[in-house]
């Protein structure tokens, strides 16, 4: 199974902060890599897929990048609604596993 | 819109076995598989397995090989999980989500399972 390993496993922030979240894979994984965002009690969203597209209705504040083993997700200026904790996830083979979160909290 | 609604909380005794549904609205319930994962309280996210609805094709995770079953009712557009052999540390939220190439679209509301004696 691949591993995947998030850095931090929690940060603290302020809004209007750039926060960066990082991903890294235990083989290569080319760009099959997707970023979810989940609030306590809710379902995961989709934020980005295959590395660095930004999925519809997301917004543009939120953006991804990297291939091969090392991901990022970054949230350019951090807003009240994205306290939440963050969790990366590879698709390139099964079983799909996920990071285990990075929970961003108020400063 | 894509709606995904599952079935309610379910308490379970040690041994004993669920089953949960995941009713899909909003889209052709065969353009999209169907996979399960599970979040035990205060953890990450667990894959557990996908199924094809248009094929019937599966892939579960090793680790719950022989204790899960994943269905589909074409007729109903509704996705089945069924685990048996339950133990304590199946406690957790489970959520079906419509998934496409191992990225999840659109995710259910998630149904708490509570394994106790």
């Known amino acids: 199974d691949i591993q995947m390993t998030q850095s931090p496993s929690s940060l603290s922030a302020s809004v209007g902060d750039r926060v960066t979240i990082t991903c890294r894979a235990s083989?290569?994984?080319?760009?099959?890599l997707n970023w979810y965002q989940q609030k306590p009690g809710k379902a995961p969203k989709l934020l980005i897929y295959?590395?660095?597209s930004l999925q519809s209705g997301v917004p543009s504040r939120f953006s991804g990048s990297g291939s091969g083993t090392d991901f990022t997700l970054t949230i350019s200026s951090l807003q009240p609604e994205d306290f939440a904790t963050y969790y990366c996830?590879?698709?390139?083979?099964?079983?799909?596993?996920f990071g285990q979160g990075t929970k961003v909290e108020s400063k | 819109q894509v709606q995904l609604v599952q079935s309610g909380a379910e308490v379970k005794k040690p041994g004993a076995s669920v089953k949960v549904s995941c009713k899909a609205s909003?889209?052709?319930?065969?353009?999209?598989?169907i996979t399960w994962v599970r979040q035990a309280p205060g953890q990450g996210l667990e894959y557990m397995g996908w199924?094809?609805?248009?094929?019937?094709?599966?892939n579960y995770a090793q680790r719950l090989q022989g204790r899960v079953t994943m269905t589909t009712d074409t007729t109903t557009t509704t996705a089945y999980m069924e685990m048996g052999s339950l133990r304590s540390d199946d406690t957790a939220v489970y959520f079906c989500?419509?998934?496409?190439?191992?990225?999840?679209?659109?995710w259910g509301q998630g149904t708490l399972l509570t394994v106790s004696s």
């Open positions: 295959a590395a660095s």
């Open positions: 083989q290569t994984i080319s760009s099959y």
């Open positions: 909003g889209y052709t319930f065969t353009t999209y598989a």
């Open positions: 989500a419509a998934t496409q190439r191992g990225t999840y679209y659109h």
């Open positions: 996830q590879q698709n390139y083979s099964t079983p799909r596993t």
């Open positions: 199924i094809n609805p248009y094929n019937g094709n599966t």
